[in-house]
């Protein structure tokens, strides 16, 4: 039997649309604006087509929406003076520095440097600490948009065994927190965990965020889980011509599908949901800041 392909598009168009509702009813009852601002150091052909896209789907959702995009030998001491000024203008709610960033550059110091409560990437030890002891907090985008769909599939999560493979910051450590919240049993499997195959077999939920192309294969799922592919991969694909790409995850779909009960494809999958979770944290950051009630749906 085949897997429900689960249309990662489609569930993000419902949050933007959430957003977008909103952001029109903070306009009107309260006169604000939530605004966004990217920051993109460098000129890495992708991250300039996802900060494109975040602008894109921010003023779609009628917000505010900045973008600084600075050159590749912009010193720390200007990017730390961009974030200040950021951090102190009234009208920006969230900040966010692209990633990656050139090498004489800190990821860590760059998140540290960011007002936590405008942390909408959810990356500071302000918002991991937070989320790790079970407090409001902002929640990475990925891991949140994973959550969301995985909510909306298979309902009530408690009880479920979950085996997350990578404990990245940006995915893996926040995923395991959101799945414990929602009362999974969780393990954090990586390149060290002694039989992978056996622990992925005991899943209900895969969620694979490892970076390593179409490294889980359909004989390490369990028959009928729902399996999240969180990579994003580009291999050749000498069939499309020389030279030619193609996208994949860190399953390897087609068999994978055979078994699973429910699955993400690549693309069109976890990539859609992670700007769609940026605007539901930028909506969640400016009603925080404003002292205003959570924006229902939007959160963990
Ligand atoms: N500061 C951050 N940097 C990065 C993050 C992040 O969450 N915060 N995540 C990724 C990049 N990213 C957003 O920033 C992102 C990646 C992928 C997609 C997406 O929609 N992917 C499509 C395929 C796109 C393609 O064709 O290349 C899909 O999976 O369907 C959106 C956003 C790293 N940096």
């Given amino acids: 039997m085949s897997a429900q392909i689960l249309d990662g598009k489609a569930f993000a168009a419902t949050i933007r649309a959430k957003v977008a509702d909103h952001v029109s009813r903070l306009m009107a009852d309260h006169d604000i604006q939530p605004g966004l601002a990217v920051v993109l150091v460098g000129e890495d052909p992708a991250s300039e087509v996802y900060v494109r896209n975040k602008g894109i789907a921010t003023r779609e959702c009628g917000m505010k929406s900045v973008e600084h995009k600075l050159p590749a030998e912009t010193s720390a001491e200007d990017l730390y003076a961009l974030i200040d000024s950021l951090n102190a203008d009234p009208s920006i709610h ?10 004489h550059l800190s990821e860590r110091d760059i998140v540290a440097r960011i007002d936590p409560a405008k942390d909408v990437d959810g990356l500071s030890v302000v918002n991991a600490g937070l989320l790790a002891s079970g407090q409001q907090a902002m929640a990475s985008c990925t891991p949140l948009g994973c959550l969301m769909l995985l909510r909306d599939t298979l309902g009530d999560l ?43 077999r005991r899943a209900d939920i895969v969620v694979a965020a490892v970076g390593r ?25 000498p069939e499309k011509g020389e030279g030619k790409t193609r996208l994949v995850g860190d399953v390897d779909f087609d068999s994978a599908k055979e078994v699973a009960g429910h699955i993400t494809p690549v693309p069109g999958g976890v990539g859609p949901l992670t700007i769609a979770c940026l605007l539901a944290n930028t909506v969640t950051a400016a009603c925080r800041i404003n002292g205003l009630d959570e924006p229902e749906g939007l959160t963990a």
């Avoid at 990245?168 to 927190?177: D, F, T, Y």
């Avoid at 009928?224 to 050749?236: H, K």
């Fill in 94 to 103: 969230g900040i966010l520095v692209q990633f990656p960033v050139p090498d």
């Fill in 158 to 200: 408690s009880g479920k065994d979950a085996v997350i493979i990578g404990r990245s910051n940006l995915v893996g450590k926040p995923m395991a927190q959101l799945l414990l919240r929602d009362s999974c049993t969780v393990t954090i499997a990586h390149s060290r965990t002694k039989d992978l195959a056996e622990t992925v």
């Fill in 213 to 237: 192309p179409q490294m889980v294969p359909g004989d390490w799922i369990k028959p009928g889980a729902t399996v999240i592919d969180v990579g994003i991969n580009r291999i050749p694909a």
